[in-house]
């Protein structure tokens, strides 16, 4: 999603780095797990990814779609112990544009 690229490039390079290979392995086909990924509780084969940098605590949202294919539906930087319900909901719309 163009929206998620934006988002994603105000990452720290690090963090940038560390979201590709995570990329990489699931377009390969692999599964990755807690810490690295987590199931998000939004829908159906929708996960986070966990990422960590000095500068802080980074997400990415998500969404496992027919085949294989990966959307990502969501980024940011995690400011609060708890993803906020903005964070989520944001989530939850840009699914239904992948997942009508």
């Known amino acids: 999603m163009k929206a998620c690229r934006k988002e994603i490039e105000t990452f720290p390079e690090e963090i940038r780095g560390d979201l590709a290979d995570a990329l990489a392995r699931l377009d390969a086909g692999l599964t990755l797990s807690i810490p690295l990924s987590r199931p998000m509780p939004i829908g159906q084969g929708v996960h986070e990814l966990r990422l ?11 969404a496992l779609v027919r085949h294989g294919t990966v959307h990502v539906l969501h980024a940011f930087k995690k400011t609060t112990k708890k993803i906020s319900a903005r964070n989520l909901e944001l989530a939850r719309k840009r699914l239904k544009e992948v997942r009508p």
């Open 52 to 62: 960590k940098a000095r500068s802080g605590a980074y997400r990415v949202v998500y």
